[in-house]
Nanobody, 136 residues
Framework: QVQLVESGGGLVQPGGSLRIACTGS????????IGWFRQAPGKEREGVTC????????YYADSVKGRFTITRDNAKNTVYLQMTSLKPEDTAVYYC?????????????????????????????WGRGTQVTVSS
């Protein structure tokens, strides 16, 4: 059965770090754009980050830029989200999702690309989520 499975969530103190993972089951992540979304109680789902074909092809929402890092390890069929300097407002259920058509790469210069993440409805596969709670 094709599915995405998130793992690694838990309770962490403010200022702490946590790494969550998204693994494909019966499903190869290599050629998909992978996104992380989060949803806190009473709030709308928020797109956090996405990654394209390589670890250089990434986008981050302003709310997590400089604190979160998304990477992919194709050998392990896994995408990671390393979260540092965590804040209570990062508390949410975190979901990973896979888009078959990947991300859009917009050239800014011969050496620079801007990554545009797929729209939520372009992600075909979704995991069930992992809870991240930031609290003292």
């Amino acid at each position: 059965q094709v599915q995405l499975v998130e793992s690694g969530g838990g309770l962490v103190q403010p200022g702490g770090s946590l790494r969550i993972a998204c693994t494909g089951s019966e499903f190869t992540l290599d050629y998909h754009g992978i996104g992380w979304f989060r949803q806190a109680p009473g709030k709308e789902r928020e797109g956090v980050t996405c990654i394209g074909p390589t670890n250089a092809d990434t986008y981050y929402a302003d709310s997590v830029k400089g604190r979160f890092t998304i990477t992919r390890d194709n050998a392990k069929n896994t995408v990671y989200l390393q979260m540092t300097s965590l804040k209570p407002e990062d508390t949410a259920v975190y979901y990973c999702a896979a888009a078959p058509d990947g991300v859009t790469l917009v050239p800014l210069s011969p050496q620079r690309m801007r990554v545009v993440c797929p729209e939520p409805d372009e992600f075909e596969y979704w995991g069930r989520g992992t809870q991240v709670t930031v609290s003292s």
